[in-house]
């Protein structure tokens, strides 16, 4: 459903009580009894899995998965996939310049993403009272995938012609791909990029910022906005070469303080956060998550721009009870 996301925004920040956002969709596969394999294999099933979440959650948005390897398969990396976990990347496809020379831009459409981009076009059909964000991984965090994980922080400094041949190739293939996100009729993306989150400010300024803001620039509008995650740890140092990115909203890990956020956010952005998903949602009680919950909003709901959310997506064995008790704490704290 086509809206004004601009628009969202500012009404969000005026409003007096919020309704939380988490990055919530991988848990769907206990409700619908199925396996990550499954879902992740099916654009209907991811579809029916958003709708799951939008029926069982009174969330702001809905938001798709947060699959961080569907990207770099187009490229040719080797994914480890399993029936209860998150698919992840094995291994590297870019370890000289002659491989970042020779790495192909593939088409949108390559490997998984037609799946991805048909369950953003279903699920819009199917869910008409919310926003629908889809999911994609950010510049930085996909060429370490292909450069590995481990090895992209010593290319910065030893290798940064190579880094940046690798981050021109996947920043074109990322613009392609939000756009046809776009074209389903999603009101906007969560980009995904935690990578970043390990830089220093310089380099950040240098490897991750100017190609999130190029992509951001290609296909951000009124009606079709970008959620910025990072849940890296050095976020805070980071912020300054951050917020120039020109995203509407800004989403942060529990790795950091969330209330020492909150002053470096401009007004008209929203800023959310930043439940630990793993340790509370996932392995946590009812009264655990429920403190750590009302324990986030106290500190940050003096701001009005101040959205609470997961700290990161939750896992797919999250405990659903868990779940509803995060949603009921945030609407508790208004009462």
């Known amino acids: 459903m086509k809206m004004n996301m601009k628009q969202w925004v500012a009404d969000m920040i005026a409003a007096p009580t919020k309704k939380a956002m988490p990055v919530l969709s991988f848990p769907a596969i206990q409700l619908m009894n199925i ?30 998965l947060m699959d961080l390897s569907v990207e770099a398969e187009c490229f040719g990396s080797t994914i480890h996939i399993s029936d209860d976990e998150v698919p992840t990347v094995i291994g590297s496809i870019v370890t000289s310049e002659e491989d970042a020379d020779a790495l ?32 994609v991984i950010g510049p930085f965090s996909l060429a370490g995938r292909l450069m590995d ?76 906005i970008v959620v910025y995650h990072n849940c890296g740890d050095a976020v805070l140092r980071m912020i300054d070469t951050i917020l120039p990115i020109g995203a509407y909203v800004y989403h ?32 946590g009680t009812v009264e655990s998550v429920t403190e750590a919950t009302t324990a986030v909003m106290e500190a940050c709901c003096k701001y009005p721009n101040f959205v609470i959310s997961t700290g990161c997506d939750v896992p797919p064995m999250a405990k659903w009870d868990n779940i509803r008790a995060f949603f009921k704490a945030a609407e508790d704290f208004y009462k």
């Open 35 to 64: 396996t990550v394999k499954e879902l992740i294999s099916s654009s209907d099933l991811q579809a029916q899995a958003m709708k799951v979440v939008a029926d069982n959650t009174d969330s702001a948005g809905s938001v798709s």
């Open 104 to 135: 192909v831009v593939p088409e949108v459409g390559a490997g998984r993403t037609t799946i991805y981009i048909d369950a953003i076009k279903k699920a819009c059909e199917l869910i008409t009272d919310r926003p629908v964000f889809a999911g």
């Open 149 to 224: 994980v481990s090895e992209a922080m010593i290319y910065c400094y030893e290798e940064p012609e190579m880094v940046e041949t690798v981050l021109e190739k996947v920043t074109e293939f990322l613009i392609n791909y939000c756009k046809a996100y776009k074209a389903t009729g999603a009101n906007g993306i969560v980009m995904a990029e935690p990578l970043a989150g390990l830089l220093s400010p310089s380099l950040n300024e240098e490897f991750s910022a100017p190609y999130v803001k190029r992509i951001i620039d290609a296909v951000q509008d009124d009606e079709f």
């Open 252 to 283: 942060f890990g529990n790795a950091i303080d969330m209330a020492e956020m909150m002053p470096h956010i401009p007004a008209d952005c929203i800023a959310m956060g930043n439940v630990d998903p793993a340790g509370q949602l996932k392995n």
